[in-house]
C-alpha cells in the first residue's frame, strides 16, 4: 500500500459509511478507496475518532484484510492499516475531499508523499463553483462558539483567539 490507485467510494457521514459497510451489493473492491468526510473539527463537530473506517464485510469475506481509506477525520492509536487522516483543511469547510466524488480515481504515493485525486482540473473548478456549506446546525451555545474559533487540524484544532498567546512550556526539571 505504499503506492495505490483506486476508485474513490465517498461517504458524508459515518453514520452512512457503517450502514453500508454491511450492504452486500455495495459497490466496491479490494482497490476501492473508502473516503468519509465530514469528520474534522467542525464537520464533526470536535474531530470525532471517525477515521477508523471498517472494511466493508464483503470483502472480509473474500479474505481482504487492508484498503486505502481517507478521511478528515481522526483514529485512535490502536487501529491498523492503511489510512491518510487528518486531511486538511477539512471538506466541511470545502477543503479537498468537499470535491471528491464517489467513482475519482485517487492515487497514494508514499514515497512522493503525494495523495492526489485524479480529477481533471477543469471539473475541479465546476464543482468549486458548485461547493457549499452545509447549513448552520447550532445557532447558539458551546458548539457555536467552538464552531467559529476552531482551527484547522494542520493548526492544532486550537482556539483562533488563542494562536500565537500560549506561554512558553518551562523545560522539564531533572
Not at 484498503?67 to 492509536?77: F, Y
Not at 458551546?142 to 476552531?150: D, G, I, N, P, Q
Request: glycine share 10%.
Amino acid at each position: 500500500m505504499l503506492r495505490h490507485e483506486g476508485r474513490a467510494l465517498v461517504f458524508d457521514s459515518n453514520a452512512e459509511m457503517l450502514a453500508a459497510m454491511d450492504d452486500p451489493d455495495l459497490e466496491v473492491d479490494a482497490d476501492s478507496v473508502l473516503v468519509l468526510r465530514n469528520g474534522g473539527p467542525i464537520g464533526g463537530p470536535g474531530m470525532p475518532e471517525w477515521g477508523n473506517l471498517p472494511l466493508p464485510k464483503k470483502l472480509l469475506r473474500q479474505g481482504v484484510r487492508d484498503m486505502l481509506r481517507i478521511s478528515d477525520a481522526r483514529m485512535s492509536g490502536t487501529h491498523y492499516g492503511t489510512c491518510v487522516l487528518h486531511v486538511s483543511p477539512e471538506s466541511a469547510i470545502g477543503g479537498p475531499l468537499a470535491l471528491l466524488r464517489t467513482g475519482d480515481r485517487v492515487r497514494l504515493d508514499i514515497g512522493q508523499r503525494r495523495l492526489d485525486m485524479l480529477v481533471d482540473d477543469a471539473e475541479l473548478v465546476v464543482r468549486r463553483a458548485a461547493w457549499k456549506p452545509e447549513a448552520e446546525r447550532y445557532a447558539r451555545g458551546y458548539t457555536r462558539m467552538f464552531l467559529s474559533e476552531v482551527t484547522q487540524a494542520h493548526l492544532g484544532c486550537d482556539f483562533a483567539s488563542l494562536a500565537g498567546n500560549a506561554p512558553t512550556p518551562e523545560p522539564p526539571i531533572y
